[in-house]
C-alpha cells in the first residue's frame, strides 16, 4: 500500500530560524499529499495538502511542493515562532477496509521552537 | 461553525470494563473513521463508514467495534479494555472517499486504563 516516511524528531530551533522537515512517499498513482499539524493535547488540523505534481501547498507560512521525480513533500518555513511547537505529520490516501480510501500517515516530527 | 465534536475528551475507565467514545459531526459527511494514536506514534486506522457501509481494517482487534446510527454520530465501543488500548481515540470526517479527499479531525478522546 501507499506509505509515507518523515524525518525522525525531536527538531529544535531558536525563532526565526529556517524549518525543513522531509517528507518522501510510496505509491501507486497520484495521490494527494497532505500535512496536518498535532499541537500538544489535541486532535489533528489539516495544515496544507497538493493534489497533483508540481503543486505547491502553502498556508500559515508553511509550504511543500509535491515532488514526482524525488518522491517527496518537504515541509518548510522560513522563519518559525514559537507557536509553531508541535507535532508535524505528513500523510496520503491509502486503501482501507473493503472499498475506499482513508490517510496514512507517517509517525510524525515534533517541533520545539525556543525564544 | 460546522465540526467535529469528540465526548468526552477524557475518559478513565477500569480493565475489562466496557467503554463507549463518541463522536458527532455537523459537516454533513458520507465518511467517518476512528483512529488509535498512541504516544509519540502515527495515528492507526481501526475502521470507517462510508454512510452505513462499515470497513474494518485487517488488524483490528475483535475488541473493538463501532456503530453509526445515523449520518451524523459514530461510537467506538471497546468491549474488554487491556492496558494496552491507553491511547488518544481520533474520530474524523471526509465528504467522499477517494485519493484526493482530506479529513477532518476532533480533538480527541484521552482513554486511560486502570
Known amino acids: 500500500g501507499n506509505s509515507v516516511t518523515q524525518m525522525e524528531g525531536p527538531v529544535t530551533l531558536s525563532e526565526e530560524a529556517f524549518l525543513t522537515i522531509n517528507c518522501t512517499y510510496t505509491?501507486?498513482?497520484?495521490?494527494?499529499l497532505f500535512w496536518y499539524v498535532q499541537y500538544p493535547g489535541e486532535g489533528l488540523q489539516l495544515l496544507l495538502k497538493?493534489?497533483?505534481?508540481?503543486d505547491k501547498g502553502s498556508n500559515k507560512g508553511f509550504e511543500a511542493t509535491y515532488r514526482k521525480e524525488t518522491t517527496s513533500f518537504h515541509l518548510e518555513k522560513g522563519s518559525v515562532q514559537v507557536s509553531d511547537s508541535a507535532v508535524y505529520f505528513c500523510?496520503?490516501?491509502?486503501?482501507?477496509?473493503?472499498?475506499?480510501?482513508?490517510?496514512?500517515f507517517g509517525k510524525g516530527t515534533s517541533l520545539l521552537v525556543t525564544p | 461553525d460546522a465540526m467535529v465534536i469528540q465526548n468526552p475528551r477524557y475518559q478513565v475507565t477500569q480493565f475489562g470494563k466496557p467503554v463507549t467514545l463518541s463522536c458527532s459531526q455537523t459537516?454533513?459527511?458520507?465518511?467517518m473513521y476512528w483512529y488509535q494514536q498512541k504516544s509519540s506514534q502515527a495515528p492507526k486506522l481501526l475502521f470507517h463508514?462510508?454512510?452505513?457501509?462499515?470497513?474494518n481494517e485487517a488488524d483490528t482487534p475483535d475488541n473493538f467495534q463501532s456503530r453509526r446510527p445515523n449520518t451524523s454520530f459514530c461510537f467506538l465501543d471497546i468491549r474488554s479494555p487491556g492496558l494496552g488500548d491507553a491511547a488518544m481515540y481520533l474520530c474524523?470526517?471526509?465528504?467522499?472517499?477517494?485519493?484526493?479527499?482530506?479529513?477532518?479531525f476532533g480533538q480527541g478522546t484521552r482513554l486511560t486504563v486502570v
Open positions: 505509491a501507486t498513482g497520484y495521490p494527494s
Open positions: 459537516l454533513n459527511h458520507n465518511v
Open positions: 500523510a496520503l490516501s491509502d486503501r482501507a477496509g473493503n472499498s475506499g480510501y482513508a490517510l496514512n
Open positions: 474524523a470526517t471526509s465528504s467522499r472517499t477517494g485519493t484526493n479527499t482530506e479529513a477532518f
Open positions: 463508514y462510508y454512510d452505513k457501509d462499515f470497513n
Open positions: 497538493a493534489t497533483k505534481a508540481d
